[in-house]
């Protein structure tokens, strides 16, 4: 969507040299959000363990939980 | 059918054993984290959710307030603030403040073992199965903090039993499933989708196919519910476990996979 936008409070982007003091050059995200556009998934396999059906799950990779569900 | 009552965490790199919960179910909803985590609407029949409401200190779980009714489907950003949308019974919302449920709004549609992600105040549900019509569905609706809307329909065939996961409204994914003919009736054929589509807030696209699983069509469904993270949290990521395919028309296999997806 950035590339879709030409002016900032009728400030053409191209006019535009740094935001607050910092040139774009070193502004990689706007809370949070990188500029980068997205550029897919990407999958890896990370082991086995026993096989579950309807278990429910949350967390993040690196401290990830899982409980019940069956087999 | 063996139902655990016990946990499973995963650090990245290799699995180990959690706490037990208050009997052995079938789960789906829970949210919060791995040492702060809230579950709700276990099942310890075939099919029927509970209100039922458990606590996750990272080493224990403990009985908590019951839900208002009992129903599917839900989501959460903490184990203290969680929506139970939609599912079963009726469209009715129920919300967590971490002490106890309350009813709340009512979704447009009545969805089913679809997928969800988000917070009590931007949410998304997608498909699979519309209950107020009785068949398979694609609908998508999101939350804005007051009110639920329709939304554009998943790109997917109908596919039920499929995980997703996300940051809410504006941005959610969801993979894999069965494609059923019928409402509740034999899937024939049996196709596990392998496909990923994503939801970027106002369409959605084809996303990386998860890794071939094997079987008629390299799909999985009814895994473990894929995990995901908080938008902007910086360490975005979600992982899917285990699973079932179809190795032939009316066999499946059940399979012990671990994928993380990373973005």
């Not at chain 1, 897919?40 to 690196?62: E, K």
């Not at chain 2, 105040?121 to 699979?128: F, K, L």
């Not at chain 2, 069965?178 to 939801?199: A, D, E, K």
Request: aromatic share 10%; glycine share 14%.
């Amino acid at each position: 969507m950035a590339n879709e936008i030409e002016k900032v409070n009728s400030i053409a982007l191209t006019s535009i040299e740094s935001v607050n003091d910092k040139t774009d050059a070193n502004i990689q995200a706007f809370n949070g959000l990188e500029f980068a556009g997205y550029g897919g998934l990407t999958w890896a396999t990370g082991g086995t363990d026993t096989h579950r059906s309807s278990a429910a799950t949350t967390g993040t990779i690196a401290a990830f939980l899982m409980t019940g569900g069956y087999t | 059918m063996a139902r655990f009552s016990t946990s499973r965490e995963y650090n990245g790199s290799s699995w180990g054993a959690g706490g037990s919960l208050g009997a052995a179910s079938s789960c789906k909803p829970m949210t919060g984290t791995q040492t702060d985590a809230l579950l709700f609407g276990r099942s310890t029949d075939t099919a029927s959710p509970s209100v039922t409401t458990e606590k996750y200190n990272g080493t224990t779980w403990s009985a908590s307030e019951d839900m208002v009714n009992a129903k599917r489907g839900g989501t959460g950003q903490s184990a203290a603030a969680a929506i139970f949308c939609c599912g079963d019974s009726d469209a009715t919302n129920q919300l967590w403040d971490n002490v106890s449920w309350t009813t709340s709004v009512e979704c447009t549609y009545n969805l089913l073992d679809g997928s969800e992600s988000g917070t009590t105040t931007d949410a998304i549900v997608v498909g699979m199965y519309d209950v107020g019509a009785s068949s398979e569905s694609g609908k998508c609706q999101t939350l804005d903090g007051t009110t639920w809307s329709g939304s554009t329909d998943v790109t997917l065939p109908a596919a039920r039993y499929g995980s997703g996961w996300g940051s809410g409204s504006t941005e959610h994914w969801h993979y894999g499933g069965i494609n059923y003919n019928s409402s509740y009736g034999s899937p024939t054929p049996h196709t596990c989708f392998r496909t990923c589509v994503r939801w970027d807030g106002s369409s959605w696209a084809t996303d990386t196919d998860a890794p071939d699983a094997g079987g008629t069509s390299g799909g999985l469904y009814n895994g473990s519910y894929a995990g995901g993270t908080v938008a902007n949290s910086g360490t975005q990521g979600a992982i899917y476990h285990a699973g079932w395919n179809y190795t032939a028309a009316d066999t499946h296999a059940k399979q012990t996979y671990t994928w993380e997806a990373t973005w």
